[in-house]
């Protein structure tokens, strides 16, 4: 067998175990790796999450299946997507939640799930130290911009596009929504006073003027309450009345982070500073050079002198005039 074919064999098998994924480690702790299952999803709302690979195995009473996805906002769409609803918070990890014998665990773009128990903290540690191509991207910031109150606990859900949407807000057109401007969305389900549920879903949109055209559009839905603050709509699809409505739509506003004890002016007047300091720095530096530069060739002169070697271009020549 040819170097080439040897060389051609190792490289795809390489490129066959990153694209495989090689997740999970052999050993946690003093328990070894039992057989190894490859996890596929067909749900197409994982899918529209951006799942990329999955395994599962067995160390000793512990199962795991870990799931990555592209990114974090897909990892943790599919934990609230996939946390039972009468989960509780764990403290696993910063989202972290267990219910019916199961923990779901977020961490950056991966989904971990833990039957049989939990793992010990050195177990955990050893797990993230071990997963290959993490992702930890901030959050996006609507996933915490549903008010607590009313809110039915574990009934977020996360929407990424047309899928989650059909899924969650099937009477909700794609195009009203305009997924192609980047838009995405925090979903919950609030209890109004008679006990009805009322769905509550926060777009984001990249700007006030985008979010102002698509509540406009979508105001003209029937049975639906829109409000828009900044760059977010809001809306309550179906409320029972439209106190209910506004009475979770009120506290949703878009807070705008300012510094209010800052002088304005102050980083235009430090540079300004900075720089007469630099221009002062400059001329010193110049002037010590000129005059170590002068004293230096001051006393070559004097040695050259002392040591009875004249300058032939120090010489003066002189012009005997006064006759003439």
């Known amino acids: 067998m040819s170097r080439r074919l040897i060389g051609s064999l190792i490289a795809g098998s390489l490129t066959w175990a990153v694209a495989y994924g090689g997740i999970l480690p052999d050993q946690l702790g003093k328990d070894k790796r039992g057989a190894i299952n490859v996890e596929t999803v067909t749900d197409p709302v994982l899918q529209e999450y951006g799942f990329d690979t999955g395994e599962s195995a067995s160390f ?51 989904l971990f799930q833990f039957a049989g128990g939990e793992p010990t903290d050195q177990q955990y540690d050893q797990l ?23 809110l039915i606990p574990n009934s977020e859900r996360y929407i ?41 879903v926060v777009l984001s949109y990249p700007t006030p003027n985008q979010a102002r055209e698509r509540a406009d559009e979508l105001q003209k839905l029937a049975g639906v309450v829109v409000k828009r603050t900044g760059s977010l709509v809001v809306m309550a699809v179906n409320p029972p009345s439209a106190d209910d409505a506004e009475r979770v739509l009120a506290k949703i506003k878009q807070e705008l982070q300012l510094t209010w004890n800052e002088n304005p002016n102050s980083n235009i007047a430090l540079s300004t500073a900075q720089m007469l300091m630099g221009i002062f720095k400059l001329a010193g530096i110049i002037i010590t050079f000129c005059l170590l530069s002068g004293l230096a060739f001051a006393g070559f002169r004097v040695a050259r002198r002392r040591f009875g070697k004249e300058d032939a271009q120090g010489a003066m020549i002189t012009l005997h005039l006064e006759g003439k």
Do not use: C
Request: aromatic share 10%.
């Open 160 to 200: 990424l596009g047309p899928v989650s949407l059909e899924k969650f807000l099937p009477g909700v057109s794609p195009s009203s929504i305009a997924f192609h401007l980047s838009a995405e969305g925090q979903y919950g389900r609030y209890k109004a006073r008679d006990g009805r549920e009322m769905p509550v």
């Open 60 to 110: 000793g009473k512990l199962s795991i299946t870990a799931w990555r996805f592209r990114d974090s906002t897909g990892a943790m769409s599919a934990f609230e997507y996939t946390r039972p609803a009468d989960a509780k918070p764990s403290k696993q990890d910063k989202l972290a939640a267990s219910g019916g014998g199961i923990t779901f665990a977020l961490h950056g773009n991966y």
């Open 128 to 150: 993230l130290y071990h997963i290959p191509r993490i992702e930890q991207s901030a959050l996006p910031a609507i996933s915490m911009a549903l008010p607590a109150e009313g």
